[in-house]
């Protein structure tokens, strides 16, 4: 494994958001969800599509806060526009499990 620096690992911006609205998007090629999610006002909301159907709904996202790389540049799924890298990890069956705080935090506080 490569090391970094720390210099290296700054320029990766982790945030914190809250997933204000989630929809299914069938039109993908592996089945995902649509969200938006508040980093607040310094970031403000921004989309992505994330391949998460295996452990959510899109009903039971909303209000449910969420790592996401913010200064990726934006990425064409399809159709749809995702412009933030919400995060996660495999389970034991390789399905995405998201990654969060373990207590609320404010919108847009950053990972150190």
Same mark, same amino acid.
């Given at each position: 494994?490569? #090391? @970094?620096?720390?210099?290296?690992? *700054?320029?990766?911006? &982790?945030?914190?958001?809250? @997933?204000?609205?989630? #929809?299914?998007?069938?039109?993908? =090629?592996?089945?995902? @969800? ?8 310094? @970031? ?7 391949? &998460? ?13 969420? *790592?996401? +790389? ?10 749809? *526009? ?12 390789? #399905?995405?499990?998201?990654? =969060?705080?373990?207590?609320? +935090?404010?919108?847009?506080?950053? *990972?150190?």
């Amino acid at each position: 494994m490569a #090391e @970094i620096t720390y210099d290296d690992f *700054m320029k990766v911006d &982790i945030r914190v958001g809250t @997933i204000t609205h989630a #929809e299914p998007y069938p039109e993908a =090629r592996k089945p995902a @969800i649509k969200v938006w999610v508040d980093f607040g006002p310094e @970031i403000g909301e921004r989309k992505s599509s994330a391949q &998460i159907t295996a452990h959510y709904t899109p009903e039971e996202l909303v209000g449910r806060q969420v *790592m996401g +790389v913010v200064n990726f540049p934006p990425r064409q799924i399809g159709k749809f *526009m995702s412009e933030v890298l919400v995060l996660g990890a495999p389970d034991t069956e390789g #399905e995405v499990v998201l990654l =969060r705080p373990d207590q609320a +935090v404010p919108n847009g506080a950053r *990972m150190f």
